[in-house]
T-cell receptor, first 114, second 116 residues
Framework: NAGVTQTPKFQVLKTGQSMTLQCAQD?????MSWYRQDPGMGLRLIHYSVGAGITDQGEVPNGYNVSRSTTEDFPLRLLSAAPSQTSVYFCASSKLAGGTGELFFGEGSRLTVL | AQKVTQAQTEISVVEKEDVTLDCVYE???????LFWYKQPPSGELVFLIR??????QNEISGRYSWNFQKSTSSFNFTITASQVVDSAVYFCALSGMNTGFQKLVFGTGTRLLVSP
């Protein structure tokens, strides 16, 4: 049972480049979300999805796009990377609504934007 | 607005000491959930406990215990007889009814260092 799988684990981008962080879960969870973790700021919610075809904004959505075409996948897109997006990104899924049950996290993706 | 404050940035203890990690929350919701997550040096995030606002009973799981007090808006976490493997960053988090429980708000975390 793989759980939540994120790729890539490390990425270096130049300002203005675009990229997609992939997230897949094999637990048939309806709820999926993306967080970013920055020093001294904890984890902040970027976007979340309560099921295929449904997405919504979290606390810090600017500069990021998401889509949810299947239950399993929830990619996070950076359309034009900025140094402020240098961070560690975590994808998470939950059987219940994201704020009621246990969140299962991926291993994280460390992104550096030069 | 919902907010979680973990005022202790870093705590250092020697193995076998007891340690308490503080968590103070703010919410206008009458129904909400509180959580603790652990992030060991390897970086993954691990769920420890969930509590709903209607259950103020303290909980104990092995060396871990949690004290939930609505009167002081606190949800503190105590590790008894700490061990080196407890070294990690611990996050407290909150979700409330006003967001349909869809958004989890995290505190800034407390780094616990347990030395032998």
């Amino acid at each position: 049972n793989a759980g939540v799988t994120q790729t890539p684990k490390f990425q270096v981008l130049k300002t203005g480049q675009s990229m997609t962080l992939q997230c897949a879960q094999d637990m048939n969870h309806e709820y999926m979300s993306w967080y970013r973790q920055d020093p001294g700021m904890g984890l902040r919610l970027i976007h979340y999805s309560v099921g295929a075809g449904i997405t919504d904004q979290g606390e810090v959505p600017n500069g990021y796009n998401v889509s949810r075409s299947t239950t399993e996948d929830f990619p996070l897109r950076l359309l034009s990377a900025a140094p402020s997006q240098t961070s560690v990104y975590f994808c998470a899924s939950s059987k219940l609504a994201g704020g009621t049950g246990e969140l299962f996290f991926g291993e994280g993706s460390r992104l550096t934007v030069l | 607005a919902q907010k979680v404050t973990q005022a202790q940035t870093e705590i250092s203890v020697v193995e076998k000491e007891d340690v308490t990690l503080d968590c103070v929350y703010e919410t206008r919701d009458t129904t909400y959930y509180l959580f603790w997550y652990k992030q060991p040096p390897s970086g993954e995030l691990v769920f420890l406990i969930r509590r709903n606002s209607f259950d103020e009973q303290n909980e104990i799981s092995g060396r871990y215990s949690w004290n939930f007090q609505k009167s002081t808006s606190s949800f503190n976490f105590t590790i008894t007889a700490s061990q080196v493997v407890d070294s990690a960053v611990y996050f407290c988090a909150l979700s409330g009814m006003n967001t349909g429980f869809q958004k989890l708000v995290f505190g800034t975390g407390t780094r616990l260092l347990v030395s032998p």
